[in-house]
């Protein structure tokens, strides 16, 4: 099974940028569509973004369009989400996941497309 990791959560002021990363260390990711997510205390999974095999196709949900880029290298097997012009309501816990998929520029964003996942990582933005 897919073990994926993610880093990069910290504690951020509004306003602030930061980067999250997605890594498999027994997996070549570049066989996978990988998505994002997140999860606020109390509050149920929210899906991010998401971003093909390619790298070619992304998608956002409306929160995160603007704000937030998704991108990946799969030379370093890793997907990235970048996100600027945090926003305390950005505070959660925030996961990668991915599906292995034949389909090169197509990814979905449901996190029910999804069957492996990370342990994620958490982002606090507060001031």
């Known amino acids: 099974q897919l073990q994926l990791v993610e880093s990069g959560g910290d504690l951020m002021q509004p306003g602030g940028s930061l980067r999250l990363s997605c890594t498999s260390s027994?997996?070549?990711?570049?066989?996978?569509?990988v998505g994002w997510f997140r999860q606020a205390p109390g509050k149920e999974r929210e899906d991010v973004s998401c971003?093909?095999?390619?790298?070619?196709?992304?998608n956002y949900v409306n929160f995160a369009r603007g704000r937030f880029t998704v991108y990946r290298d799969n030379a370093k097997n890793t997907v990235y989400l970048q996100m600027n012009n945090l926003k305390p309501e950005d505070t959660a816990v925030y996961y990668c996941?991915?599906?292995?998929?034949?389909?090169?520029?197509?990814?979905?964003?449901?996190?029910?497309?999804?069957?492996?996942w990370g342990q994620g990582t958490q982002v606090t933005v507060s001031s």
């Open positions: 996941a991915a599906i292995r998929t034949s389909r090169l520029d197509v990814c979905a964003i449901s996190g029910d497309e999804y069957g492996d």
């Open positions: 027994d997996f070549a990711l570049g066989a996978y569509a």
């Open positions: 971003v093909s095999r390619s790298g070619l196709d992304t």
